[in-house]
């Protein structure tokens, strides 16, 4: 069967228009990975990428300013991580940025994140610039030291509720204590027998002390208490004395 002029026609649009569309996906993807705008490169070396891959974004402020152009393994503890960044950004990142790797969002892709300089240097990171790396945690780590703080947590747990369950089942003296009436009333009553000493005690000092006064006061006891007074009189003269 021939196909006729207008089947040919329909045939070229509906190719021009999955053309334009396929151009119009890459336009895009090019000019969220920086494609079509002046780049230039900076690098940092990493001990652990953490998951990283190229292609993935690289922020600044929270700003998608360029890509992890490549990742190389140098030696067994060292990955060069090179970015392609905007040039607009020049100015803003300093020598002394740094570089660290997080993730978008909770569960989201890794990205390269470098966060503002001008601490120790207000220098332009230029073209070819090695910029500070930090570390990411090592998550199998950082897994492995929750699950001891989890297994720690629940031992504490486990033998609090012990604790509690022989409390309250009257076993050992603070069990006993709590549980037993008779122990109870016998703690209630040393304790007012104590308070009843105290008060006493309290009493008895009060009336040595009107004693004492009234002694004083005696003709008969006043002479005595009078050489006392003068006696520390000297006593403290004589201790001035020798300070000097």
Same mark, same amino acid.
């Given at each position: 069967?021939?196909? &006729?002029?207008?089947?040919?026609?329909?045939?070229?649009?509906?190719?021009?228009?999955?053309? #334009?569309?396929?151009?119009?996906? /890459?336009?895009?993807?090019?000019? %969220?990975?920086?494609?079509?705008? *002046?780049?230039?490169?900076?690098?940092?070396?990493?001990?652990?990428?953490?998951? $990283?891959?190229?292609?993935?974004?690289?922020?600044?402020?929270? /700003?998608?300013?360029?890509?992890?152009?490549?990742?190389?393994?140098?030696?067994?503890? #060292?990955?060069?991580?090179?970015?392609?960044?905007?040039?607009?950004?020049?100015?803003?990142?300093?020598?002394? *940025?740094?570089?660290?790797?997080?993730?978008?969002?909770?569960?989201?892709? +890794?990205?390269?994140?470098?966060?503002?300089?001008?601490?120790? *240097?207000?220098?332009?990171?230029?073209?070819?610039?090695?910029?500070? #790396?930090?570390?990411?945690?090592?998550?199998?780590?950082?897994?492995?030291?929750?699950?001891?703080?989890?297994?720690?947590?629940?031992?504490?747990?486990?033998?609090?509720?012990?604790?509690?369950?022989?409390?309250?089942?009257?076993?050992?003296?603070?069990?006993?204590?709590?549980?037993?009436? %008779?122990?109870?009333?016998?703690?209630?009553?040393?304790?007012? &027998? !104590?308070?009843?000493?105290? &008060?006493?005690?309290?009493?008895?000092?009060?009336?040595?002390?009107?004693?004492?006064?009234? !002694? %004083?006061?005696?003709?008969?006891?006043?002479?005595?208490?009078?050489?006392?007074? @003068?006696?520390? +009189? $000297?006593?403290?003269?004589?201790?001035?004395? @020798?300070?000097?």
């Amino acid at each position: 069967m021939k196909s &006729t002029s207008s089947q040919k026609i329909k045939i070229g649009l509906f190719s021009l228009l999955g053309l #334009a569309a396929l151009l119009l996906v /890459i336009y895009f993807i090019g000019s %969220q990975k920086g494609a079509f705008n *002046s780049t230039y490169d900076v690098h940092g070396t990493f001990k652990n990428v953490n998951g $990283l891959v190229e292609g993935n974004n690289v922020r600044f402020a929270g /700003i998608n300013v360029g890509v992890v152009k490549s990742i190389e393994i140098v030696s067994d503890s #060292a990955v060069v991580v090179n970015l392609k960044l905007n040039s607009k950004t020049k100015k803003f990142i300093k020598k002394d *940025s740094r570089l660290s790797i997080g993730s978008d969002g909770l569960m989201g892709d +890794k990205l390269v994140i470098i966060g503002p300089g001008g601490i120790t *240097s207000h220098e332009q990171a230029e073209n070819g610039t090695a910029l500070k #790396a930090v570390n990411p945690i090592d998550g199998d780590k950082l897994m492995m030291k929750m699950a001891k703080v989890a297994d720690n947590a629940q031992r504490v747990t486990e033998s609090l509720a012990d604790l509690f369950e022989k409390v309250n089942k009257g076993k050992g003296t603070l069990g006993r204590l709590i549980n037993s009436d %008779q122990l109870a009333d016998k703690l209630e009553n040393t304790i007012k &027998t !104590a308070n009843k000493t105290v &008060t006493s005690v309290h009493k008895t000092s009060a009336t040595l002390n009107e004693d004492l006064k009234a !002694a %004083q006061h005696n003709f008969l006891l006043r002479g005595y208490f009078k050489k006392k007074q @003068q006696q520390k +009189k $000297l006593d403290s003269l004589k201790r001035n004395k @020798q300070k000097e």
